[in-house]
């Protein structure tokens, strides 16, 4: 599988590009927040990648992260969600902005982007919340994940890339799931007491995301 491209951008279409990869081009599709911030033509450009098989049709969808892409595959697992309405929830709110709705049962802003109707908002959030302390751990994970220029490479999952160097695996962890909750709008002192909470059962970042959530929400 085609898991990154990078080479010269050749053309810029209202929902793709095209990438000139040592002289054989690439038809990526893209959602319009990540056409917006990719370069004019060209210039160098990188996109981690996710290629839609279909009996009839082969198609690359192009990410500016890891995350992203992640929440692209999650997304198409949810019955009514197709490569279309995933790349429209994307460009609306951004990578972190589903991690957001999803986490707090936010299906209003999922609901915002293009071409996605209540029922399905609510679809995404109920199935995807319990994935969505693992996505932001992963993030946290690869804290310099956005795609840069360099050579082609095929790879299927993130974890082919190396990890950043770890200390202590309880701190960091404990660390990286108060960024993720700092992130979602929670603030420094309220976030740090529910990790601090959620530290006396947990040590795993999915894991302590996932708790200090529960201690955050509302009661009643």
């Known amino acids: ?32 927040r990540t056409l917006a911030a990719l370069p004019g033509p060209g210039e160098a450009v990188a996109l ?38 995933s790349m429209a929830i994307l460009g609306t709110l951004s990578a972190d ?17 293009p071409g996605v109707g209540p029922k399905i908002a609510q679809r995404v959030v109920n199935e995807l919340k319990d994935k969505a302390p693992t996505v932001m751990a992963m993030g946290s994970a690869f804290p310099t994940e956005t795609a840069s220029p360099a050579e082609v490479i095929e790879t299927g999952s993130p974890a082919s890339r190396p990890a ?4 202590s695996g309880t701190v960091v962890a404990q660390a990286d799931a108060l960024s993720a909750l700092t992130n979602l709008g929670y603030g ?22 996932r708790a200090a959530l529960k201690l955050l929400a509302p009661k009643g």
Request: charged content about 20%.
């Open 48 to 85: 981690y990648t996710d290629l839609l098989v279909r009996e009839d049709l082969l198609q690359l969808f192009g990410f500016t992260s890891l995350i992203e892409k992640e929440w692209h595959r999650l997304l198409m697992s949810v019955q009514g969600i197709g490569a279309k309405a």
């Open 97 to 113: 902005g589903v991690s957001r709705a999803i986490s707090l049962g936010d299906w209003n802003a999922v609901k915002a982007a």
């Open 164 to 167: 950043a160097p770890r200390t």
């Open 1 to 32: 599988m085609i898991g990154r491209l990078a080479g010269r951008l050749d053309y810029r279409g209202a929902d793709h590009v095209l990438i000139d990869v040592g002289g054989v081009g690439y038809i990526v599709h893209v959602s319009d």
């Open 188 to 209: 420094p002192g309220e976030a740090a007491s529910a990790v601090a909470e959620a530290a006396q059962t947990e040590t795993e970042t999915s894991a302590l995301i």
